[in-house]
């Protein structure tokens, strides 16, 4: 069985670089918190629509596991999100319904943990439909 791996993106990624599209808050709710997984959902979803990206919540009624958002740009390119705060864990069946997902079905899966990360992976994707000409 080959080794499992799921892609986990966060503040301190590779896709964290200087210059990057920065959220006014950061990471931190009106308190001062650390934010929860819903919180970066809600932040980067409206980014993706400001950018012309569906948005839609996913729920699979046949497996537990399934991420948070499927994102679709307006290209037709699809990822799938599933949001955690800082202290939030993945589960076991979360690493492994994202596992399937990226390496069984070659489909982007992501766990995102910061919003700056999560606009990040939606400007990556415009940025990919641009450079064909559909943007």
Known sequence: MAAKRFYEISKNSRTDRPGDTECPRGNKNGSGDAMKGSEIEKEVCESAERLGFMSIKFKDLSRAGGPDR???SPMGNIM???FKGAREPVSARQQDYITDL???H???ARVVRD?????ELISQMAKQD???GWV
Request: hydrophobic share 55%.
């Open 70 to 72: 499927l994102f679709i």
């Open 80 to 82: 799938f999100v599933e």
């Open 102 to 104: 990226s390496e069984n």
């Open 106 to 108: 070659c489909i982007d």
């Open 115 to 119: 919003v700056k990360s999560g606009i």
């Open 130 to 132: 641009a450079l064909i």
